[in-house]
């Protein structure tokens, strides 16, 4: 898979083109720079905001901004990231509740107004740029999918899921489990809230654990 960025490494470098060379970067500004790129998004829409507007907003010089991004596709996709890097998977004792747990986490961050419009104005402008397409899945899905990996890892440990066979062919199996295992539960969520316009509650985040978990013939009607 190509990427436009290398993989980030450490919280503070998880915004920024790389190479970029200069003084040392200060998680402060950056973070108040992210900040007001979602706070601008909200209120001006993807058309209208630019590079000038938050760096007006974060109070710091326009080359600023470009020293750590090249332009505003960059600058609002890592806006975007850093919002789900806060999602998070505790082990809540079982897979069931695992998935359900984050799958309500994942909602609550949707019901957002900056993550609603970032998030939506991001993905609609990736259609027609694909150098901006490879940034959201490098800097948001590639990142989050350490969720279902670690969700895997302790539903093999307690013995709910099989462990992966070993080997190459084992691996490319896993890998394409992730992948499938972070698109339902992702592509249902943001269909449902975003989409839908319908709530993401508890109940329908048991049913959906339970097809998930379990396949169609657990939600199939009784006698």
Request: aromatic share 4%; hydrophobic share 45%.
């Amino acid at each position: 898979m190509r990427r436009t960025t290398p993989p980030r490494t450490h919280s503070t470098d998880r915004t920024g083109s790389a190479g970029r060379t200069g003084r040392p970067r200060s998680a402060e500004a950056d973070r108040a720079i992210l900040g007001a790129c979602r706070a601008a998004l909200v209120e001006l829409g993807w058309g209208k905001l630019t590079m000038g507007d938050v760096a007006t907003r974060a109070g710091v010089a326009k080359t600023t901004l470009y020293r750590r991004w090249a332009n505003k596709n960059e600058l609002v996709v890592d806006a975007v990231a850093v919002l789900f890097d806060q999602l998070e998977l505790p082990d809540r004792g079982g897979l069931r509740a695992d998935i359900e747990g984050v799958v309500l986490q994942f909602a609550g961050l949707l019901e957002r107004p900056e993550t609603q419009t970032a998030l939506m104005a991001v993905i609609a402008e990736s259609t027609h740029d694909g150098p901006l397409h490879d940034r959201i899945r490098s800097a948001i899905v590639d990142r989050q999918k350490r969720l279902v990996l670690l969700g895997r890892e302790r539903a093999q440990a307690r013995g709910e899921l099989p462990a992966d066979i070993t080997g190459p062919e084992g691996e490319a199996a896993a890998a394409r489990s992730v992948d499938l295992i972070f698109d339902v539960i992702a592509g249902a969520v943001v269909h449902r809230a975003l989409v839908s316009g319908e709530p993401v509650d508890a109940d329908w985040a048991r049913d959906f654990t339970t097809l998930l978990v379990s396949g169609l013939t657990a939600l199939a009607p009784g006698p």
